[in-house]
């Protein structure tokens, strides 16, 4: 039995899109201690459930204060010194970086980071962006000397990361997303009112203004077409406000849920998916609303672009491009043959590529388990 360490900075995440990879590793007999940000009380039930032990450590996720960082640190040089892990599963930038650098400090454990994508500060522009991505290129690179193996969900961040210098291809591994489970995710008749749907955080960089704008053209010039919004409020810097969606929701643009665990009652409602992010690992959400046998509208963006065969699934479409975002939903809205057929070809997709337990089987031959 191997003690497996599943690191975090943010604990939700590792609850709904880790859970299946989690039991997979249980199902061949490891034990398994999930790690992220929120307090012990509720997530340790939550975990505890699933035979999953949960710790929390103080990680500051899109915080730039270097005292905080060092108690980030020390904190996962405790925890990983207490104990000893065989082997480290981490993503997202904070935990990467530190997670592995802990665990170099005090111990012996295999090192497997996933990237699952880059984020705005490979991507994005400005002063302090490149100084932000000059330190973090330093963290990355030292942290990936440490890893055992580099996962990614694209070849666009892999090729990026290997260009810059920050690791070998040798060292890279590619998977198929986060994965979707297909057999709990399963198609549905699509709704009678012609509805197009948006799931994530409501960040700039996943497209939630564009979203906007095409939400108010159709209200405009299609109001038969429902516009749906699911998702939370974020601390990302792109984020938009309360007071900013407010003016859609009141002119009846949008329909705004908030934050909600089961995403399956509002793809369920959808005719189109529409994710106009300017850049992924693979989207999750999008990978669910293909395993519901939904048509996709995202953008031929990094990680975006592995999800939609163009004019096969969905439609793929510049970032930024709102005339281009609207061209292709309405394609797809006025032809119920072409609703059918993409609907049909993203539920086979999701089957033969993105079926969680293929990407698990993936990630643990990788992890040798």
Known sequence: MKTILVLSSHTPSLFWFRMDMMKAFLAKGNKVIAVG????????????KNNIEYRSVPISRNGLNVLADIKTFVSLQNLIREIKPDKIFTYQAKTIVYGALAARSVGNAEIYPLVA???SIFRGRGLKNKVIRSILSIQYKLAFSYSRKVIFQNNDDKSELVRLGLLTEAKCCKIHGSGVNTS???PVEFPQIP???FIGRLIGDKGIREYLELAKRMHDKRRNVRCLLVGPYDTNPSAITAAELKPYIDSGAIEYFGEQKDIQPFMSQCTVYVLPSYHEGTPKTVLEAMSMGR?????DAPGCRETVVDGVNG???PVKNVDALEDAVLRIIDNKELIAM???????IAVE???VNKVNDSIMNIMSL
């Open 184 to 186: 709990k995710l399963t």
């Open 315 to 317: 439609y793929l479409v």
């Open 37 to 48: 940000s929120d307090p012990d009380v509720k997530w340790a039930r939550e975990f505890g």
């Open 195 to 197: 509805s197009i749907l």
């Open 342 to 348: 993409f609907g049909q070809k993203s539920r086979e």
């Open 117 to 119: 994508g880059l984020g």
């Open 295 to 299: 048509p996709i509208v995202t953008t």
């Open 353 to 355: 590529k993105f079926d």
